[in-house]
């Protein structure tokens, strides 16, 4: 009923259809769209300025949250829409054109956008669209499976448009916690001091006149690609496990942990899905996105509360979870990204982080984001904001890619988005190298000893035998460190650095 | 008079000479000693140990605050005490040992060691040593020139050794804030809201019974290196004078700028010096190390308040200033580097960071720690604290060095301390580069145009020419990405890669 999702009167007659609302951007914008790793994106006007840009050709600045759904980066690119695009993406087409040169990608930490917006180090938001569940009568802006950086696109943008989803179910209202930082020189602490701190208001407050248009749709968020638990991710959790008992037993952390953060994706997924047989108990999520093992856990009851900044289920989670949405009301927060991944509140709350690496080195320098140090896969997301920050900063990858032909662990990484600096513990199927307290050297010797996969581990300990011979804090062969990725761009296949019998 | 500088009277007694109290230090212990940038570290304990080691060998893993003066870590590397070395040294002789790979050397974001500590996840401090002016009459610890992390050790260490220093002026107390975060899962906020918030008591508050000993000293802090600004850093200065004007005219900032950080040496200071000259005004620093510049703009008017760890001053600016840094004592604070480099203070109050770069490469990473790649110079220090968190982050470096044999300015950076995520404005005397919302290529363009010198840049532009044909968010030719450094380890010339007419 179009009374109970909008909520004021006054608003009614600002529903327009998405071509109309979609007229308010220009050539040449900067627009904030709402959508955080495939979660609440707005669907419908991106949609009907690509379908216009078909026949009246414009290009936009889009800034999100995070990767929408719907293969939207994918239709906005291939219609030319997008001459930049920032903070994150994970769209095969859209990854295409920014490795092509077509787009320019501005990878940015997930905390950081809004600032730059706010401070203007950044041209501003012209246009904000926002996907919500419902205005309320106040004219508060409730918004749906995401909050990203919807708020702030909203405060910021002179206007505003408002995609109604009605596929999007009203029991989210009340999920969110809305929380802006006041502005310097006069900032005065964020207030959040756990996860289940509420510390806002549950809808984005705008003054009403902002509203340039209101459109319906019932386009439902895009499953997660996420991927089931498998041997090697099963033997990661495993290995995280242990190493976690032996925090307990030393007395370091007790059987609560401390709060867990996961980057999105099918490993991180898994580790704290391999949670649910653990002695562990009473856990909470302080994250960025809650995927389908957040749930798994709170159902196995192992998990009491996360705070995160969206949800993201695959299609099977989401049949389950989102009509009983409102049985977890009191266990979720949803957090602008901003505050999900404040430095301020991950060093506070003592944040256990576990990241995806796509490679790691020796020395535990790790690669998040470049295939053989040049071509873009994502972005760096919110990684950054926890490694650096948190109390405990993990990173995870199988050992192996591409049946063999990529190690995942290799002699110096050919593109850094973690210094070892921010990197205590790397796990793969193989084992767990924990770096807490040691020097490069001593790193090294645990990563290859551990991590790296049976048949590259003679060749890489051999590297670092020669590397030693040098000398040095770090040692390396530098005319070498980066023959393994020149294998596998000239030849698909890293072996062919060190052997012809491929 | 010792009745001064100790005022709890049953407290005397404890006086020993410095060989008795460095008997307390044992073979395979972990010692935490005072000391930030060559200010207030303890200097007569650490040279009994020494002294001592030459008869009767040991090791050790020392633990400081930041580098050390009067030599003292190359006489206890020359002793062969240091088994086990971090956060951060500056030394010389040291960092031969740590090259040679006879000390391991764990070089730490400066805000973290103690968090680490505190946390069990390095083993514990068994003895602190703490330089102090004086112990209150209930037994408070006044720390000298520097807080560093001489609280927390002493509050974590079983037993506690002071060094009364009578050089130091007895007016330093009353300049120290102490603040130690609570523990969690119950850490409140830090109440630090501006550089002069007074959050904590002016003494570190342990139990007197943990006093096992008590050494007086005379020996005064070592002088800062720090060479006076030249033309380079000279102008340098004026291009960060000339873009701080711009953004004062696009509204961004006023002319009170924001909080200032600026990292140790000769290039950050001359920046801040050159300060003087402009319509900046009531300047606040919230930095780690107050150095010459810091009074130089005090007495020039221009800064109002400055907060740090520790200050350190050339020989000539020490004979003027600690004779009377009474008149100073209102506008001073010196915390904890727990809480100076603290990323909660440092996102809240939105540091303005100011950092020297080693080298950095056209797409904006940043080196600011391995020769080559591989060999220590001195540390990460407080940088990537400050960088990561702050509200804007400028790396500083001369074009050359080496008399033009070295660029500092590269194809890629041979060890990445700083990503591109955590840099907003790069400049050096050529001019400034202002990356802030650009994408690696057009990073990579504004930096060849503004900041390298005259004689490597047609070859740096060939070199990204031909990158660029080989697509991706962030082109590389890997084979050659490191011709430079080869041609600068092999021949001490990076020239030598694109010419033989050197």
Redo the contacts between chains.
């Keep these: 009923m179009l009374e109970d999702r909008i909520r004021r009167p006054d608003l009614r007659n600002r529903v327009v259809d998405a071509a109309t609302a979609a007229a308010h951007i220009k050539d040449g914008m900067t627009v904030g769209m709402s959508g955080f790793t495939r979660a609440g994106e707005a669907k419908a006007v991106p949609l009907a300025l690509a379908e216009r840009a078909l026949r009246d050709p414009l290009s936009i600045t889009l800034i999100t949250g995070a990767s929408l759904g719907n293969d939207l980066d994918q239709t906005l690119a291939k219609a030319h829409v997008l001459a930049?695009r920032?903070p994150f993406q994970s769209d095969p087409g859209l990854r295409k054109a920014?490795?092509?040169?077509e787009v320019?990608?501005?990878?940015?930490?997930l905390s950081e956008t809004v600032?730059?917006l706010r401070?203007?180090?950044?041209?501003p938001v012209d246009v904000a669209v926002v996907e919500a569940v419902a205005i309320t009568e106040s004219g508060g802006i409730v918004p749906t499976t995401s909050v990203g950086n919807s708020a702030s696109f909203a405060i910021l943008a002179e206007k505003v448009i408002i995609e109604i989803n009605t596929s999007q179910s009203a029991m989210l209202e009340g999920l969110h916690d809305i929380y802006i930082?006041s502005h310097?020189?006069?900032?005065?602490?964020?207030?959040v001091?756990?996860p289940e701190s509420r510390v806002g208001l549950p809808y984005i407050d705008i003054p009403a006149e902002k509203i340039a248009a209101i459109v319906l749709s019932d386009k439902q968020d895009s499953s997660s690609t996420v991927l089931p638990p498998d041997e090697e991710t099963r033997a990661i959790s495993e290995h995280l496990t242990e190493f976690f008992l032996g925090e307990i037993a030393?007395?370091?952390l007790t059987n609560q942990l401390?709060p867990l953060q996961a980057g999105i994706g099918t490993i991180a997924n898994a580790v704290l899905h391999g949670f649910i047989d653990t002695p562990f108990h009473d856990l909470k999520m302080y994250s960025e996105v809650l995927q389908d093992s957040t749930f798994d856990l709170m159902d196995a009851g192992k998990l009491v509360f996360a705070s995160g900044s969206s949800i993201t289920l695959s299609a099977e989670k989401s049949r389950d979870i989102f009509p009983r949405i409102g049985d977890y009301k009191s266990r979720l927060i949803l957090r602008p990204q901003e505050v999900s991944n404040?430095?301020?509140v991950?060093?506070?709350?003592?944040i256990i982080a576990i990241n995806t690496a796509l490679e790691f080195d020796i020395y535990g320098?790790i690669n998040s984001?470049?295939v053989?140090?040049?071509?873009?896969m994502n972005g760096?997301g919110g990684s950054?904001d926890f490694a650096?920050?948190g109390?405990?900063s993990i990173f995870v990858t199988k050992s192996l890619a591409k049946g063999g032909a990529i190690s995942s662990v290799v002699p110096m990484v050919?593109?850094?988005?973690?210094?070892e600096?921010?990197v205590?513990v790397v796990v793969t199927e193989c084992g767990l190298a924990d770096l807490?307290?040691?020097?490069p050297?001593?790193r090294a010797q645990k990563i290859i000893a551990n991590c790296v996969h049976p048949t590259y581990r003679d060749v890489l300990a051999d590297y670092h035998d020669r590397?030693?011979t040098?000398?040095?804090?770090?040692?390396?062969v530098?005319?070498e460190?980066?023959s393994w990725?020149?294998a596998a761009?000239d030849h698909g296949d890293m072996r062919r650095a060190f052997t012809t019998e491929i």
Tied chains: 1, 2.
């Design positions: 930049r920032m920014i490795n092509a040169g320019m990608f501005i990878d940015q930490h600032e730059l401070t203007r180090q950044i041209p930082p310097r020189p006069s900032r005065m602490p964020i207030p001091v756990s030393r007395g370091r401390l404040h430095p301020e991950v060093r506070r709350l003592g320098n984001t470049h053989n140090g040049t071509h873009m760096i950054g650096r920050n109390y405990m050919a593109h850094v988005d973690h210094t600096h921010d205590d807490r307290g040691l020097a050297r001593e590397a030693l040098r000398g040095g804090q770090t040692p390396h530098l005319e460190a980066f990725h020149v761009r």
